[in-house]
């Protein structure tokens, strides 16, 4: 079983609908980043996490440290949102990520 | 602040050639992780720095891989001699102590490709 699990691997969607992509854990972490990555581009963390939730622009991630689960929404998503998303933990025991395997998200216009 | 600053953006070389990539992190961060990234293994940690001491290099594939900080604004993943799977792209990222307000910053990475 993996560290971390996320899900759905792919996603397909219509410009406009909410999103929601989550990411399940399963080891002590100090903290966790979402982060997004453009096909062939770099990547960009979005959110870094510890507890609760945060808000930049329409992207909401939250993160519930008893149950080891993290949501990331998208709002009003566009197609620029296309793109692939990666959860990723920080362990607590050093200073490594763990990462997820990524979604997929297109959105269709 | 610049960001993570890397260094080439792309780089094309014959198998058998020695590959340097570089990176230049956050002033301040403590932190330095070297990443490749490719379509089969996805991201995969390859060794990183703290203070510049090399402290995990398990993920590091062969010894063909080496990799340096001779100071705290300056790192070098070296690739001799470079084979054709090595192609990938390689991520530099910095992080600075007391994780939770600090955080990671990538670089743009390296796309090398060895033919």
């Known amino acids: 079983k993996n560290e971390v699990e996320q899900s759905p691997q792919n996603l397909t969607a219509q410009e406009g609908e909410f999103i929601t992509i989550n990411c399940s854990y399963s080891v002590g972490i100090s903290a966790l980043h979402w982060l997004q990555q453009h096909p062939g581009g770099g990547i960009v963390s979005l959110f870094m996490?510890?507890?609760?939730?945060k808000k930049h622009g329409r992207l909401i991630a939250t993160i519930n440290i008893q149950e080891k689960h993290s949501s990331l929404h998208i709002t009003a998503s566009h197609p620029r949102d296309s793109a692939v998303y990666i959860c990723?933990?920080?362990?607590?025991?050093?200073?490594?990520?763990?990462w997820g395997a990524g979604t997929k998200l297109i959105i269709k216009p | 602040d610049a960001g993570v600053i890397q260094s080439p953006r792309h780089e094309v070389t014959e198998m058998g050639q020695e590959v340097t990539l570089r990176c230049k992190p956050i002033s301040g961060h403590d932190y330095l992780f070297w990443y490749r990234q490719t379509m089969m293994r996805g991201l995969e940690l390859l060794i990183y720095f703290n203070n510049n001491v090399p402290i995990d290099d398990s993920g590091m594939p062969e010894d063909r891989f080496s990799a340096k900080m001779p100071n705290a604004s300056f790192s070098t993943l070296k690739i001799q001699p470079s084979e054709p799977r090595d192609s990938a792209v390689y991520f530099c990222a910095s992080s600075g102590t007391g994780q939770a307000n600090y955080g990671y910053t990538f670089g743009s990475g390296t796309r090398l490709t060895v033919v």
């Open positions: 996490l510890s507890s609760g939730k």
């Open positions: 990723a933990v920080l362990l607590d025991s050093n200073y490594q990520l763990i």
